[in-house]
């Protein structure tokens, strides 16, 4: 019998790892290892593929080998993996497409401002500032120069909505989440603005999540982002040189 996928996350995830997963999605922490991984597939709205990218390459390399048998070439990519196990374990919908499923809900007017959102951020160019909530300051202005019609909200720090928090910045049903790694902000920082994008799209139901982020501290790697942009087709990551 094949492994399915609660099988994968409760063998190669540890239990702490679960939880963690459990707390940004807001379920319950308690259980078993084994009731946690139920938990994680029949009651999260985690994208399977998400959550298998937190395991290394070398992990997903030896699922496939040893769980399935099936042998790839190192230097198969780390997507190219993923859609190998969901190919094979038996709670994934035959057909199951992330971007199909993104893409049918997604309509034409929230693709226009959407857009517009995207170009504003890219050519946002902020000017001298020491702390995040001034740069977010200077973003609010920004946007609200630059896309018309359209209901920008900026969020107070650790705002709440109920028991879920709130992005940074909220335009219609889209959020705008900003990060400012100074000089010294260690990488763990980079993989916790992920998590947050993923409690923000769950617990908010928005969308898209714009990540903005200047990178002072040279933390963030080209390649993070192109594979979370390809596991999580609602997140949008922007980097500012400036």
């Known amino acids: 019998m094949r492994p399915t996928l609660v099988d994968i996350l409760e063998t190669y995830f540890s239990k702490e790892e679960l939880k963690t997963f459990l707390e940004e999605a807001g379920l319950k922490k308690s259980g078993t290892k084994r009731e946690l991984a139920e938990r994680l597939v029949n009651e999260s709205n985690y994208d399977p593929a998400f ?8 992990d997903l390399l030896w699922i496939l080998e040893e769980e399935f048998g099936l042998s790839f ?29 993104y893409e049918m809900t997604h309509t034409r ?13 890219k050519i946002f160019k902020p000017y ?39 992005p940074d910045i909220v335009i219609e049903n889209f959020a705008v989440e900003i990060k400012f790694f100074k000089r010294g902000t260690s990488r763990a920082e980079w993989d916790r603005s ?3 994008a ?8 928005y969308d898209k999540v714009f990540l903005f982020v200047v ?3 040279g933390i963030v790697p080209e390649e993070d982002i192109e594979k979370y942009e390809e596991l999580l087709p609602w997140l949008k990551v922007i980097i500012s040189k400036y």
């Open 51 to 58: 959550l298998l990218s937190r395991l290394t390459k070398e």
């Open 73 to 101: 070439p190192r230097s198969t990519k780390k997507q190219e993996l993923i859609d190998a196990i969901l190919n094979e374990v038996e709670e994934i919908p035959e057909g199951y497409d992330r971007r199909q499923s």
């Open 109 to 121: 007017g929230n693709r226009n401002l959407e857009k517009a959102i995207l170009k504003s951020l």
């Open 128 to 166: 001298r500032f020491e702390k995040e909530s001034e740069l977010e300051g200077q973003l609010v202005v920004h946007l609200r120069n630059t896309i018309e019609g359209a209901e920008i909200t900026p969020q107070k720090a650790g705002a709440k909505r109920g028991d879920a928090f709130v």
């Open 194 to 196: 992920i998590g947050q």
């Open 198 to 205: 993923v409690r923000y799209y769950i617990d908010g139901k």
């Open 215 to 217: 990178d002072h501290a």
